[in-house]
Every structure is written in C-alpha cells, then in structure tokens.
C-alpha cells in the first residue's frame, strides 16, 4: 500500500496500469508508450491529491515551486 493510498482516497491508482514505477521503465523501453502516459498522467493527479492533503496541514509559505526547466541542454537535442 502507498502512502497516497493510505493517505487520500486511492481511486486514482485504479487509472495506472502499473503497480510501481519500474514497470514503467520496462513500458518505455518496451515502446508501450499510451501505458506510460497514463502512468506518468495517474502520478500527476496523486502528486496534487497528495499536496492537496499537505496544504491543509502545511502554510502555503512552505510549500517552494521549483521549475522543471532543465538546467543543462543536451546538445544532440538542438535543431
């Protein structure tokens, strides 16, 4: 059982088609790619059902965004 199950309601754990992250590297690797994006979309929605639960307990002022913008560029990535 995760936290977020024990946590928040748990529904959302009924959309991955996953029981944890590493078979979704298997599922990249493997091209199983709508998989994935419901598993990667299924993270999202707990991560915010998680901090939902975490603002109600937590001031807002502890809560700090930090931007996925990457720090470094890959440079075979470039046009």
Not at 4 to 20: A, I, N, Q, R
Not at 31 to 43: I, P, T, V
């Amino acid at each position: 059982m995760s936290a977020y199950d024990t946590l928040v309601d748990g529904e959302l754990s009924d959309h991955d088609p996953f029981d944890d992250s590493q078979e979704a590297v298997a599922a990249f690797q493997n091209g199983q790619f709508e998989d994935l994006l419901a598993h990667n979309l299924a993270d999202i929605l707990r991560t915010k059902a998680l901090a939902g639960l975490a603002e109600q307990y937590c001031g807002k002022s502890e809560f700090n965004l930090k931007s996925l913008t990457p720090s470094a560029r890959d440079p075979s990535l470039s046009d």
